[in-house]
T-cell receptor, first 115, second 115 residues
Framework: AQSVTQLDSQVPVFEEAPVELRCNYS??????LFWYVQYPNQGLQLLLK??????LVKGINGFEAEFNKSQTSFHLRKPSVHISDTAEYFC?????????????FGKGTRLSVIA | ETGVTQTPRHLVMGMTNKKSLKCEQH?????MYWYKQSAKKPLELMFV???????ENNSVPSRFSPECPNSSHLFLHLHTLQPEDSALYLC??????????????FGPGTRLTVL
């Protein structure tokens, strides 16, 4: 079965600094990859997704992620963070080889932006 | 606001109570999901309804009983819960059925506390 590892449970970063949130998934031939964000007291919201094509995916709020098949990674980046980016970020994967399998989520990374 | 609403937002219940969580989506989607979100654990998929048919039941205890009367509404009936069932329960929906490439739209969740 597919699994997702988010290596960092918490990432503190100063405002306007760059950030990278790491995500690795267990090996598979074909996957769809997603990053979701959860602001306090809210549900999850899609930031971006990779289905096919260019390995660099741009999302909302200035975030982007790069699909690296050889390293089975899908790290999320932002060149300059804002206080409003403070939230929990979840990486998720769908394994196409398992039929209509729903998303498998990582444990999440809490991003704290410090003024 | 994602178009998915959940009521109540907070619920405290005893182990002998019976209660229900409600989810409603106004997006015209035809797949709906229940997730359990506990601290320090990955998001756990509980149930999937695809075109009103239950297609996934991830070994959820029978004290949780889902109901999907139509494609816009989803309920989670609760009875004789345990304290370890305390968590945030999230509802989600997706267009075009429960396909693996679909974005899921999440509600804000119901924070459940079992005493």
């Amino acid at each position: 079965a597919q699994s997702v590892t988010q290596l960092d449970s918490q990432v503190p970063v100063f405002e306007e600094a760059p950030v990278e949130l790491r995500c690795n998934y267990s090996s598979s031939v074909s996957v769809y990859l997603f990053w979701y964000v959860q602001y306090p007291n809210q549900g999850l919201q899609l930031l971006l997704k990779y289905l096919s094509g260019s390995t660099l995916v741009k999302g909302i709020n200035g975030f982007e992620a790069e699909f690296n098949k050889s390293q089975t990674s899908f790290h999320l980046r932002k060149p300059s963070v804002h206080i409003s980016d403070t939230a929990e970020y979840f990486c998720a994967v769908s394994d196409l080889n398992s039929g209509n399998t729903p998303l498998v989520f990582g444990k999440g990374t809490r991003l704290s932006v410090i003024a | 606001e994602t178009g998915v609403t959940q009521t109540p937002r907070h619920l405290v219940m005893g182990m002998t109570n019976k209660k229900s969580l409600k989810c409603e989506q106004h997006l015209g989607h035809n797949a709906m999901y229940w997730y359990k979100q506990s601290a320090k654990k990955p998001l756990e998929l509980m149930f999937v309804y695809n075109f009103k048919e239950q297609t996934e039941n991830n070994s959820v205890p029978s004290r949780f009983s889902p109901e999907c009367p139509n494609s816009s509404h989803l309920f989670l009936h609760l009875h004789t819960l345990q304290p370890e069932d305390s968590a945030l329960y999230l509802c989600a929906s997706s267009p075009h059925g429960a396909a693996t490439y679909n974005e899921q739209f999440f509600g804000p969740g119901t924070r459940l506390t079992v005493l």
